[in-house]
Structure formats: structure tokens, C-alpha cells
Nanobody, 121 residues
Framework: QVQLVESGGDLVQPGGSLRLSCEAS????????MGWYRQAVGKQRELVAT???????NYADSVKGRFTISRDNAKNTVYLQMNSLKPEDTAVYYC???????????????WGKGTLVTVSS
């Protein structure tokens, strides 16, 4: 019913920048919260940032001041601008959306398949 396509992961040097995108398509009536999570090797998945329909953002302490989450409601897309990247930011990044599918009366959580960000010199 709903498909998520992530892009933007890459190998980047410390101090560099990347922009991740996650576009949702399908039978979408509306999207509530949108967010990004990440999972490094050997660690649990953790919240990176979320953004509400109105644009209110919330960030993990580890990325505050370096990452910016934004959304384009017309395109059903959420972005994560990552600046001043550090080796500890290396992880698979997943987008997470709460979607109201057309014809349904409750929201469904969807996850992207993940995009790999590697920060290394």
C-alpha cells in the first residue's frame, strides 16, 4: 500500500556533509510524524530526529546543532541534512513514517529499508 524509498547514503570524510531523502508513495491520505533512526553495527536502533506535520523537530543530543530534519508534505518526503559528520555517525539510517492509508481510520507505521552512511578518512 505504501512504499518508502531512501537515498543519499554514501562514504564521506569526517567533517563532511550528506543529505538523506525518504519519499513515500502509494495510497496515502496523510502522513503524521516523520523521522530518522540509525543503527550502527553491534548497537540498537536509535532515534536521530523526528518532525511533526507542523514542522516541529526533535533531535537526539548527539546530533543537535549538526543535523537538520525537514519535510515536504506535497512530495511526501522527509530529509535529513547532516553536517560536520563524525566517524560515530556511521550507521544504517532508516526513515520512519506514521501514515494514514486511504480508507483506513488509524495510522500505520512504515520503515524504510535503510541507507548506509559511512564516515571515514
Amino acid at each position: 500500500q505504501v512504499q518508502l524509498v531512501e537515498s543519499g547514503g554514501d562514504l564521506v570524510q569526517p567533517g563532511g556533509s550528506l543529505r538523506l531523502s525518504c519519499e513515500a508513495s502509494g495510497s496515502i491520505a496523510s502522513i503524521k510524524a516523520m523521522g530518522w533512526y540509525r543503527q550502527a553495527v553491534g548497537k540498537q536502533r536509535e532515534l536521530v530526529a523526528t518532525v511533526t506535520t507542523g514542522g516541529n523537530a526533535n533531535y537526539a543530543d548527539s546530533v543537535k546543532g549538526r543535523f537538520t530534519i525537514s519535510r515536504d508534505n506535497a512530495k511526501n518526503t522527509v530529509y535529513l541534512q547532516m553536517n560536520s559528520l563524525k566517524p560515530e555517525d556511521t550507521a544504517v539510517y532508516y526513515c520512519n513514517l506514521m501514515v494514514r492509508v486511504r480508507g483506513y481510520y488509524y495510522d500505520t507505521e512504515y520503515w524504510g529499508k535503510g541507507t548506509l552512511v559511512t564516515v571515514s578518512s
